[in-house]
């Protein structure tokens, strides 16, 4: 699980560059799942 949020990171980063960027007509939504794994036993 450590090494698996390199997808997340960069969609958050594109929604932030896009955002500062502010590019006319544009509209960006994204939709992001978190998940924690335990270890159980």
Do not use: N
């Not at 969609?11 to 924690?36: M, R, S």
Request: glycine letters at 18%.
């Amino acid at each position: 699980m450590k090494f698996d949020m390199g997808g997340l990171v960069a969609d958050l980063g594109d929604a932030k560059a896009i955002g500062q960027i502010k590019p006319l007509g544009v509209e960006v939504a994204t939709l992001d799942c978190y998940a924690i794994g335990f270890i159980c036993g």
